[in-house]
C-alpha cells in the first residue's frame, strides 16, 4: 500500500527520535563510564555515539525539505534532498570506517602500555551493543517498509556504532586476558565492513543525483505492462530515473496512425494510470503518443505546418469551385509526407459520375504540392 508524503515524515521523525533518545543515553553513559573505569576505547566510543547525534539531525533536516510539496522552483518535489542526505551519511560511513581502521593499525604497529579498564565497563560495552542494534533493525524495517535510502544509511550508521562496540568489548575483554592487541584485528575487520557498506549506498546515491535509470528488471516490468495495454502497438525510448524513494517514467508509445487525437489521449492517460496504479514506486509518467516510430529519425519534420499547407492546396483548388465547399481537412503525417483527407457536403456535387470526377480532379490538384503523398475527397 502507498504511502503519502506526510506519513513518510511521520515515519522518519518517529525512528529518528527513538536514535536521538537512545545515542544521547548511551553517549553519557559511555563518557562517564569510560572516564570513571580507565577505558580509553570506551571513551573514543561514547565519541562516536555523539557522531550518531549529528547524523541524526541531518535525517531531520533532510525528512521535512524532502516532505515538501512541489513548487514553481521545484515542479518535480524536493525528494532528492533525502538523496543527498544519504550520500552526506554515506561519506560519514566512510569516515568512520576508516577512522576505525586507522587507530586499529596505529595499536599495531605501536607498543604504548594499555591501561586495565574496571569489569564495569565491558556491561557498558554490551548494553550499547544491544541497543545499536535493536536500532539498527527497527531502523531498517521502517526504512524498507517506506523505502528510505536515508533510513538505511542511518541505520548502517547505527550499526556501525554496535560493530565499534563489539571492538571495544574485545578490546577489554583482551586486556581482561592479556591479549591487548586482539582488539586491533577486530577493529580491521568491522572497519573494512563499514566502509563497504558506506560505498554502496553513496554509490546509489549519487546514481541517482546524475539520473541513472531504475534497476533493469522494473524497467522490463514496466515495457511488458506498456506492451500489453490495449491500443498500444510498440514503444520505444522509454527512460527511467529516481527521485527520493520514487522513479518517473517516460516513455514513447506507437498506437494506430489514424486514430483521432481524443483516442490517442485517452491511451496516454490510460497507460499512465496503469503504470501508477500497477507499480508503488511510480509517481509521475510521461506518455508521447506516436502513429509511427520516429526513434531514430523524425521523417515528417521537415514538413509544412498545416497553415502553410492549406494555403498552398487552395491555390491548386482555386480553378475546381466546387472544392470551395470543403468543409473539413484532416491531414496525417506519415511516412516523410501527407495524407490529405476533405469532405465535401453531396448537395453541392450533384450525382455521382460528377462526384467521381470530382475525386479525380481533387487528387491531381493536391499532387501538385510537393509535401502531398496521398489525397482523399468524401462526400457526406
Given amino acids: 500500500m502507498e504511502i503519502s508524503v506526510e506519513q513518510r515524515h511521520q515515519a522518519i521523525n518517529r525512528v529518528t527520535l527513538w536514535g536521538v ?6 553517549s553519557v553513559t559511555k563518557l562517564a563510564g569510560g572516564f ?13 555515539s555523539l557522531s550518531d547525534l549529528a547524523s541524526d539531525a541531518m535525517v531531520f533536516i533532510a525528512a521535512k525539505h524532502a516532505s515538501e510539496e512541489a513548487d514553481a522552483e521545484h515542479p518535480y518535489g524536493h525528494a532528492r534532498y533525502e538523496t543527498i542526505a544519504t550520500v552526506a551519511l554515506a561519506s560519514l560511513l566512510i569516515i568512520v570506517g576508516l577512522g576505525i581502521a586507522y587507530d586499529a593499525i596505529v595499536s599495531l604497529v605501536t607498543d604504548e602500555p594499555i591501561a586495565k579498564p574496571d569489569i564495569f565497563t565491558l556491561w557498558i560495552a554490551a548494553l550499547s551493543i544491544v541497543s545499536n542494534e535493536g536500532l539498527y533493525h527497527y531502523t531498517r524495517l521502517v526504512g524498507t517498509r517506506i523505502r528510505s535510502n536515508l533510513l538505511l544509511a542511518n541505520a548502517w550508521h547505527h550499526r556501525s556504532d554496535a560493530v565499534s562496540s563489539i ?13 591487548p592487541k586482539l582488539d586491533a584485528y ?3 575487520v568491522v ?8 560505498f ?3 554509490y546509489d546515491s549519487v546514481q541517482e543525483l546524475v539520473d541513472a535509470s531504475v534497476e533493469p528488471e522494473l524497467v522490463e516490468n514496466i515495457r511488458q505492462k506498456i506492451l500489453r495495454h490495449e491500443g498500444v502497438r510498440a514503444l520505444h525510448m522509454l527512460r527511467t530515473r529516481r527521485m527520493g524513494h520514487q522513479a518517473l517514467v517516460d516513455v514513447h ?19 499512465e494510470k496503469m503504470l501508477i496504479d500497477s507499480f508503488d514506486e511510480i509517481n509521475d509518467v510521461t506518455v508521447h503518443i506516436d502513429p509511427e516510430d520516429d526513434e531514430q529519425e523524425a521523417r515528417s519534420m521537415h514538413l509544412p505546418l498545416r497553415g502553410e499547407l492549406i494555403r498552398a492546396l487552395k491555390k491548386q483548388w482555386s480553378s475546381i469551385p466546387e472544392l470551395e465547399a470543403i468543409d473539413d481537412i484532416t491531414l496525417h503525417y506519415l511516412t516523410g509526407e501527407i495524407n490529405v483527407e476533405a469532405s465535401i457536403p453531396l448537395k453541392h456535387v450533384g450525382d455521382l459520375d460528377v462526384a467521381r470526377t470530382l475525386q ?6 493536391c499532387m501538385k504540392v510537393p509535401a502531398v503523398g496521398r489525397a482523399v475527397l468524401k462526400f457526406h
Avoid: Y
Wanted: aromatic share 2%.
Fill in 36 to 48: 570513571f573505569g580507565q577505558s580509553q576505547a570506551l571513551i573514543a566510543d561514547g565519541l562516536h
Fill in 191 to 198: 572497519a573494512l565492513m563499514i566502509v563497504r557498506i558506506g
Fill in 360 to 365: 479525380n480532379r481533387f487528387h491531381e490538384a
Fill in 200 to 202: 554502496k549506498l553513496g
Fill in 253 to 271: 508509445i506507437l498506437v494506430a496512425p489514424r486514430v483521432s487525437v481524443s483516442e490517442g489521449h485517452h491511451i496516454s492517460e490510460t497507460v
Fill in 167 to 179: 571492538v571495544v568489548l574485545i578490546g577489554i575483554a583482551g586486556t581482561q586476558l592479556d591479549m
Fill in 21 to 26: 533518545l537512545v545515542n544521547l543515553l548511551l
Fill in 186 to 188: 577486530a577493529a580491521i
